[in-house]
């Protein structure tokens, strides 16, 4: 990833307007900021959601709050809690989507 030319900016997260995405169960809420080709989410997981895709974007991924679990197309899978991280380029690996029992927030970078 390469960080487009951009000015110091400061983000009030609570004052990005969020937007609702669908997953194959539950939902996300994206707050989202675009520098050129850079997209900084702050996204919160409702309790049962399950991605309704599969993903081969790269992400610096950051688990703020409750847990996240990932899972590869090749079958492996992880689970992410709060303080914990992923880092993945694009079709750097297995595609990969996300579910949570519980619900979680994530801060996302790709």
């Known amino acids: 990833m390469k960080l487009p030319a951009s000015p110091f900016t400061i983000t009030d997260w609570s004052k990005v307007e ?42 610096v991924l950051y688990v703020l709050k409750g847990e996240l679990d990932s899972e590869l197309r090749d079958g492996r899978r992880f689970k992410l809690t709060a303080g914990m991280s992923y880092q993945v380029s694009d079709f750097g690996d297995a595609a990969h989507r996300s579910s949570t029992a519980t619900g979680a927030t994530l801060f996302i970078v790709d």
Not at 20 to 30: D, F, I, Q, R, S
Not at 31 to 46: A, C, H, K, P
């Open 18 to 59: 969020a937007t609702t995405h669908p997953g194959e169960t539950g939902e996300a809420k994206w707050r989202t900021l675009n520098i050129g080709d850079l997209r900084v989410r702050m996204v919160e997981y409702s309790p049962g959601y399950l991605a309704d895709h599969w993903c081969d974007r790269g992400h």
